[in-house]
């Protein structure tokens, strides 16, 4: 019975980060963009506790910190080579298997992208992570995180057809 609950509790996690993802990629803004992500992130968290997939659980985590830190230190790589650390560390305590590869790779492709790009690039990278966390959802058997990692791919690239439209129609403001 306890088992039911728990996964119960994993896919209404899921289903309240689908929301929130969907916010936080239809946004122009990289700042709001980024805040609806820590929200997000959160409920993710939450939803791989859930699913007892330590890993992605952990590095979710990490996410939140990373958030944060690349909205306090944009373009910093020393502070990026720590959190790439601290991912590093996370999933050897946590590693459970090859299932767990994926949220690695989201990790790393997310960090990357907060750190040391901005706009369109940044979008791009973490519509790449997108798709490993996709991966990471579907292994855990997560329908709502699935669904929000697809609804972030579609809303990013809407977002980022936007932010692309906006540049061609005011090349001297937007850059």
């Known amino acids: 019975m306890l088992e039911n609950h728990s996964a119960l509790a994993g896919q209404f996690f ?52 990373r958030i944060g830190l690349a909205r306090r230190y944009p373009g910093n790589r020393g502070v990026m080579a720590l959190v790439l650390a601290a991912s590093g560390m996370a999933a050897a305590l946590t590693w459970q298997g090859w299932a767990d590869l994926p949220a690695l790779v989201a990790m790393v492709l997310g960090t990357m992208g907060m750190f040391l790009l901005r706009g369109i690039p940044m979008r791009v990278c973490l519509g790449l992570a997108a798709v490993a966390w996709m991966l990471s959802h579907l292994l855990v058997g997560s329908v709502g995180g699935t669904l929000a990692e697809g609804l972030v791919l579609f809303t990013n690239a809407i977002t980022i057809y936007r932010l692309m439209r906006d540049r061609r129609r005011y090349p001297d403001v937007i850059r």
């Open 14 to 65: 899921g289903l309240i980060s689908l929301i929130l993802c969907a916010l936080a990629f239809a946004s122009k803004q990289d700042d709001r963009l980024l805040k609806l992500l820590l929200a997000a992130n959160v409920a993710f968290a939450l939803q791989f506790l859930f699913f007892e997939s330590w890993t992605a659980a952990a590095l979710t985590v990490l996410v939140i910190v």
